[in-house]
């Protein structure tokens, strides 16, 4: 079971929760997604919502130049195993203890900076780019 962190969820819940990752995701999606090294080290999946993505690209991807973000649909999810879990800049990012696959991922998307001083908050801002993360 995992810990008991004592935020609670938004409400309402957002109908998508969001994972950025440096690497292509394999093609098709597995069952089981590849966990990268932070989320097998923390023991949970770390997550997003589509507000807190320009924040956490900025604080953890700032020096990647492209990344992939993977739309999942929370509602997917067993949400005893989403918790939502302090983090710098936010009210509580969603982790997920377990595990997500090609049924749970909606759509992924490519996103790339322009310049190397380029903020991916601003990248994010774009107006396609800002509607598809609802």
Known sequence: MPPSTGLAPPSPLPEFVYKITPDAPPAP??????LSDLDRQ??????????????TADLFFNNTPKFYILKLRLSNFDLQKVKWDEAEGTNGCPHLYGNFGGNDVVDVRVFEKSTAEQKWSEVL???????WLV
């Open 29 to 34: 999606i597995p069952e089981a997604y590849p």
């Open 42 to 55: 923390d023991g949970f999946i770390h997550l997003s919502t589509a507000w807190q993505i320009p924040i």
């Open 125 to 131: 801002k774009e107006k396609d780019e800002a509607a």
